[in-house]
């Protein structure tokens, strides 16, 4: 077995529902695959004490996990009041309307068509339920309307799909771009050095103890990856396909089309800055 201390940003092991920060709640949805690792990470968050609860990211159109969102809050002595959503993709974010039934929430998020109720979400919003502070982070890049949220008072940053629990994330061409993307990661490495955030919790695979760590880590695959993108064209290969096939070689098949998305993402950076 590998030492998680070992492993970029400390992952903590095994993805389960239950509590991950004195603040935070993990509910598992039940939709694991090569893409959602062990699924999607739906977070209920709430202040010691506070009867009120936010929930981050529903997760997919499944009712049985909804459910088991709202009785995970009630056995809490918790009422939902609001729903955030970190993008759109539907693995986060499908089931927020069935969710806002079941709720009576409004969903708040960047994007105005995955809206229910008159307030979006942006740079330098905080969303305060129940005690409980929420402070809004943009982070485009894996999507443009993708947003994490840092929790204070955990020293805590829930990231979506911008930094996970395991592995990389792809840049979702041609929504996602990567100057956004590597931006972004900045901006949560500023977290971690101005403001002590330790601990990420991500959208998909286990809570990570070492959060700086986990963003050094995803800024020096991106810039290794971007020296390879470039190596490969200045090889010859010209398409995505190509590049993705020589790059990638070393990455299960079944994970070719995303990345064909990040290399897509890549030639355009490089295309925009002069470097193929």
Same mark, same amino acid.
């Given at each position: 077995? *590998?030492?998680?201390?070992? %492993?970029?940003?400390? /992952?903590?092991? =095994?993805?389960?529902?239950?509590?991950?920060?004195?603040?935070?709640?993990?509910?598992?949805?039940?939709?694991?695959?090569?893409?959602? =690792?062990?699924?999607?990470?739906? #977070? %209920?968050?709430?202040?010691?004490? *506070?009867?009120?609860?936010?929930?981050?990211? /529903?997760?997919?159109?499944?009712?049985?996990?909804?459910?088991?969102?709202? +009785?995970?809050?009630?056995?809490?002595?918790?009422?939902?009041?609001?729903?955030?959503?970190?993008?759109?993709? /539907?693995?986060?974010?499908?089931?927020?309307?069935? $969710?806002?039934?079941?709720?009576g929430t409004a969903v708040r998020a960047l994007d105005p068509a995955l809206r229910l109720g008159d307030e979006g979400l942006g740079a330098g919003?905080?969303?305060?339920?129940?005690?409980?502070?929420?402070?809004?982070? /943009?982070?485009?890049?894996?999507?443009?309307? *993708?947003?994490? $949220?840092?929790?204070?008072?955990?020293?805590?940053?829930?990231?979506? +799909?911008?930094? %996970?629990?395991?592995?990389?994330?792809?840049?979702?061409?041609?929504?996602?771009?990567?100057?956004?993307?590597?931006?972004?990661?900045?901006?949560?490495?500023? %977290?971690?050095?101005?403001?002590?955030?330790?601990?990420?919790?991500?959208?998909?695979?286990?809570?990570?103890?070492?959060?700086?760590?986990?963003?050094? $880590?995803?800024?020096?695959?991106?810039?290794?990856?971007?020296?390879?993108?470039?190596?490969?064209?200045?090889?010859? =290969?010209?398409?995505?396909?190509?590049?993705?096939?020589?790059?990638?070689?070393?990455?299960?098949? *079944? =994970? #070719?089309?995303?990345?064909?998305?990040?290399?897509?993402?890549?030639?355009?950076?490089?295309?925009?800055?002069?470097?193929?």
């Open positions: 077995m *590998s030492d998680a201390a070992a %492993l970029p940003g400390q /992952p903590r092991g =095994l993805v389960v529902s239950g509590p991950a920060t004195p603040r935070a709640v993990n509910v598992l949805a039940p939709n694991p695959s090569a893409m959602t =690792l062990d699924g999607t990470n739906t #977070w %209920l968050l709430s202040e010691p004490g *506070s009867d009120l609860a936010v929930v981050v990211d /529903p997760g997919p159109l499944d009712e049985g996990h909804l459910r088991h969102v709202v +009785d995970t809050a009630s056995a809490l002595g918790k009422r939902v009041a609001l729903t955030l959503l970190t993008h759109g993709h /539907p693995d986060h974010a499908e089931g927020a309307g069935r $969710f806002a039934e079941l709720t919003d905080v969303v305060t339920v129940g005690g409980l502070e929420l402070r809004v982070v /943009p982070t485009p890049g894996h999507t443009s309307d *993708s947003l994490s $949220f840092h929790l204070p008072a955990d020293r805590a940053v829930l990231t979506g +799909d911008t930094i %996970l629990g395991r592995g990389t994330t792809m840049v979702a061409h041609p929504d996602g771009r990567l100057g956004d993307y590597l931006d972004s990661l900045r901006r949560l490495r500023s %977290l971690t050095v101005d403001d002590g955030v330790h601990t990420v919790l991500p959208g998909h695979g286990p809570v990570l103890e070492d959060a700086q760590g986990a963003v050094e $880590f995803y800024l020096a695959h991106r810039a290794g990856r971007l020296a390879q993108v470039e190596s490969a064209v200045a090889s010859g =290969l010209r398409t995505a396909a190509e590049v993705v096939a020589h790059v990638y070689a070393d990455v299960d098949r *079944s =994970l #070719w089309p995303a990345a064909e998305l990040s290399v897509r993402a890549q030639l355009e950076y490089l295309r925009e800055r002069g470097q193929v």
